[in-house]
């Protein structure tokens, strides 16, 4: 019984009393993560070609 009774109050607390972002709200939000994806992919991108260029000038000191 405790578990129907967690599933009804869970229901009820996410029915009446959690606030819910609008349409515009979400869009929004979901730019700016886009965004920020987009910029942390490039600054990874960015930070691997240049330690792939800084080894390459490495390995070619030693051969």
């Known amino acids: ?3 129907i009774n ?3 109050e869970s229901y009820n607390e996410l029915v009446n009393k959690v606030s819910w972002p609008s349409m ?3 869009t929004n939000s979901a730019v ?3 965004i920020a ?3 942390i992919a490039i600054i990874v991108w960015l930070m691997d070609k240049s330690f792939e260029t ?3 000038f490495i390995y070619g ?3």
């Open 1 to 3: 019984m405790k578990v």
């Open 6 to 8: 967690y599933i009804k």
């Open 24 to 26: 515009p709200e979400l």
């Open 32 to 34: 700016v993560v886009l």
């Open 37 to 39: 994806s987009v910029i």
């Open 54 to 56: 800084i080894m390459k």
């Open 61 to 63: 000191l030693f051969n």
